[in-house]
């Protein structure tokens, strides 16, 4: 008899770069830390469960969300709609959109452009970039995504940091169900839209795709212009090499 389906079939642990995986799931622990900012939240997110079980409860933790009064001063380019609660430290531009339900904490800036599309927590002193859109996910403390992102269904942790450009691909081509690759086997999410999952302090280059389920462990580099799929571990880089050439000009 095989193991249960959505299990890995290997039974040892696997131990890779200091990031120790256990054969039947994967814990958020091993991926970041929930900060004291949204201890508000911690109910929804013990540090045993699966990551994409944390994304499963983003709009849970957000049902009973009421906008603050004292949050920071609107300015008349940024239409906010739904339930939206601002620190009163929160930076705003001159022009963005936040849909409800979105909880942004202290010392967060939202930069020019910026679309929030709804349950989307954010600790504090984070950075919601320049056109970057976010949708359903989770971002704790220090996370940096300044430029031209796409963050969809995914959990960013303390001090990951997203180039310019990045994009978490958060939907198969197929549109099946988005499973994980990790060195001793696959597992299933029960998830059709599932993005990344990136560990405190990791580093996305500019450019970079992370394709549906990807798996990046903390201080990990995925280095600019990969497209990259499956698991990185804790304290390594995940890299392409291309051979460019050159030619002389024929004008």
């Not at 933790?61 to 001063?73: D, M, R």
Request: glycine share 12%.
């Amino acid at each position: 008899m095989g193991p249960p389906a959505g299990r890995p079939a290997n039974k040892k642990p696997l131990s890779l770069g200091g990031f120790f995986v256990i054969p039947h799931g994967v814990k958020a622990s091993e991926f970041f830390a929930l900060p004291p900012s949204l201890a508000r939240f911690a109910k929804f997110f013990p540090a045993t469960a699966t990551p994409w079980d944390w994304l499963k409860q983003v709009g849970a933790a957000l049902e009973g969300l009421e906008a603050n009064p004292a949050g920071p001063k609107i300015p008349p380019g940024v239409h906010i709609e739904g339930k939206v609660w601002l620190h009163a430290s929160v930076k705003l531009p001159p022009f963005a959109v936040i849909q409800g339900p979105a909880y942004l904490g202290a010392n967060t800036q939202i930069r020019p452009g910026a679309f929030i599309r709804g349950n989307v927590i954010a600790g504090e002193n984070c950075v919601l970039g320049n056109s970057s859109e976010f949708k359903n996910c989770l971002l704790l403390d220090g996370v940096q995504a300044a430029h031209f992102n796409y963050v969809g269904d995914s959990l960013l942790g303390n001090g990951a940091h997203l180039g310019a450009g990045v994009i978490c691909s958060n939907l198969r081509l197929d549109q099946a169900e988005v499973t994980v690759r990790l060195p001793n086997g696959t597992l299933g999410t029960g998830l059709k839209k599932f993005g990344a999952v990136i560990g405190d302090k990791a580093e996305i280059g500019c450019n970079a795709v992370l394709n549906p389920g990807s798996l990046v462990g903390p201080r990990a580099l995925v280095m600019p212009c990969t497209a990259f799929s499956g698991y990185v571990a804790a304290n390594t880089v995940a890299r392409t090499r291309h051979a460019i050439t050159t030619m002389p000009r024929r004008d």
